[in-house]
């Protein structure tokens, strides 16, 4: 399991270019993937799961996602985490209701986890295809 703290198989150095894309994982606001908790990571990676799948990306959803590989992940630690991850412009958070907020990723918070996967990609020579004619 991961903590608030972890940083996995990552090095605590800030990665260099990516050999796929040549850009560094940085969001537009300063962001990189270093400077995320494992947590904040597989929060970022629910939300985007939650809407792949057409789901509302509430606490309570965001928390179920996370919990197979977290354990029981308690309020103050979720919501902690994901008015972080609002801080730094990679969610945005939205009245559902008088009493759920909703949770979604900015264009920042996908890509950044696009470039992570590219990198990811890259490291297992994986490839990715073209969906428009043109080869990656």
Same mark, same amino acid.
């Given at each position: ?5 972890? +940083?996995? @198989? #990552? ?13 560094? =994982?940085? !969001? ?35 928390? +179920?996602? @996370? #919990? ?13 985490? =994901?008015? !972080? ?52």
């Amino acid at each position: 399991m991961y903590d608030d703290y972890s +940083r996995g @198989l #990552e090095s605590p150095d800030r990665p260099a270019a990516s050999t796929v894309t040549d850009q560094q =994982l940085i !969001a537009d606001g300063g962001t990189t993937w270093g400077d995320l908790t494992g947590f904040q990571r597989d929060t970022l990676e629910a939300i985007a799961r939650l809407e792949r799948d057409d789901e509302t990306s509430y606490g309570l959803a965001i928390k +179920r996602r @996370l #919990e197979p590989q977290h354990g029981e992940v308690n309020h103050g630690r979720l919501y902690t985490n =994901l008015d !972080a991850l609002v801080e730094r412009g990679l969610v945005e958070k939205s009245e559902l209701d008088k009493r759920t907020n909703q949770y979604v990723l900015t264009d920042d918070g996908r890509g950044l986890l696009l470039q992570r996967a590219e990198r990811l990609m890259d490291a297992c020579e994986i490839g990715l295809a073209a969906t428009d004619g043109g080869s990656r």
